[in-house]
């Protein structure tokens, strides 16, 4: 088969750059979602432009998480345009900080997909460490305790913890009044599996953070090596 002489296929690409791209960038690193302990849902507009010489029309928008969901305020940016899009996230029990992306789909060959980060960062109000106490069956049924923490600007009391199983004895000291409490477990046994969990009540007045769960465990341990030897 003939292959087609070098300079044509040079003068070809030429002409293919010479047609410009489109090239939609937003005007931060990324889009920073910010919501307050209270928000179920937060609200964000992003602004962005296409820095290309080349119109670009949007053809899709697909969110990498049901939590999230953007639009974008026209469908076609001509080069230099720039563009303003809206976010809307469910806060629902993120906590902390979490990386989420839009990709927006393109007609444009040179940027068919153009990914949009969102930097998630929800404030902790309640933490609780560790949030699990586990016992391996057969050890001595001692004493471990977690520490709950409130973290928001206002104090919150722990006003009520409760046990899912009968099997553990348990107790909370107030450490700091508002701030910081210790729940103190103890297996009445540990000759038999067991999974449970404290339900601890608090006074916010926000519904999400009104009821935390801390778990406790007793588990067969792993056979290690040595044991396993007659």
């Given at each position: 088969?003939?292959?087609p002489?070098?300079?044509?296929?040079?003068?070809?690409?030429?002409?293919?750059?010479?047609a410009?791209r489109?090239?939609?960038?937003l005007?931060?690193?990324?889009?920073?979602?910010?919501?307050?302990?209270?928000?179920?849902?937060?609200?964000?507009?992003?602004?962005?432009?296409?820095?290309?010489?080349?119109?670009?029309?949007?053809?899709?928008?697909?969110?990498?998480?049901?939590?999230?969901?953007?639009?974008?305020?026209?469908?076609t940016?001509?080069?230099g345009?720039?563009g303003?899009?809206?976010?809307?996230?469910?806060?629902?029990?993120?906590?902390g900080?979490?990386e989420?992306?839009?990709t927006?789909?393109?007609?444009?060959?040179?940027?068919?997909?153009?990914?949009?980060?969102f930097?998630?960062d929800?404030?902790?109000?309640?933490?609780?460490?560790?949030?699990?106490?586990q016992?391996?069956?057969?050890?001595?049924?001692?004493?471990k305790?977690?520490?709950?923490r409130m973290?928001?600007?206002?104090?919150?009391?722990?006003t009520?913890?409760?046990?899912?199983r009968?099997?553990?004895?348990?107790?909370?000291e107030?450490?700091?009044?508002?701030?910081?409490?210790?729940?103190?477990?103890?297996?009445?046994?540990t000759d038999?599996?067991?999974?449970?969990?404290?339900?601890?009540?608090?006074?916010?007045?926000?519904?999400?953070?009104q009821?935390?769960?801390?778990?406790?465990?007793?588990?067969?341990?792993p056979?290690?090596?040595?044991?396993?030897?007659?």
């Amino acid at each position: 088969s003939m292959k087609p002489p070098l300079l044509l296929t040079i003068i070809a690409l030429a002409c293919l750059a010479s047609a410009g791209r489109g090239e939609l960038a937003l005007d931060a690193p990324a889009v920073e979602v910010k919501p307050k302990p209270e928000d179920e849902v937060v609200e964000v507009a992003f602004s962005f432009r296409n820095t290309g010489s080349k119109p670009v029309t949007v053809l899709e928008l697909e969110s990498g998480c049901s939590c999230l969901s953007a639009s974008l305020d026209a469908r076609t940016y001509a080069p230099g345009a720039s563009g303003v899009g809206k976010a809307e996230f469910k806060v629902s029990s993120f906590v902390g900080r979490h990386e989420k992306t839009v990709t927006v789909t393109t007609d444009d060959p040179n940027q068919p997909k153009w990914v949009i980060p969102f930097i998630l960062d929800v404030p902790a109000v309640v933490e609780i460490e560790p949030k699990t106490l586990q016992w391996w069956l057969g050890d001595e049924p001692v004493a471990k305790s977690c520490v709950v923490r409130m973290l928001g600007d206002q104090p919150l009391n722990v006003t009520n913890v409760t046990s899912t199983r009968e099997s553990v004895e348990f107790k909370t000291e107030v450490i700091t009044p508002g701030r910081e409490y210790r729940i103190t477990v103890k297996p009445k046994s540990t000759d038999d599996v067991v999974m449970g969990a404290l339900k601890i009540e608090t006074d916010s007045s926000i519904p999400k953070y009104q009821r935390q769960l801390a778990f406790f465990s007793v588990f067969r341990k792993p056979a290690s090596a040595a044991e396993s030897n007659p």
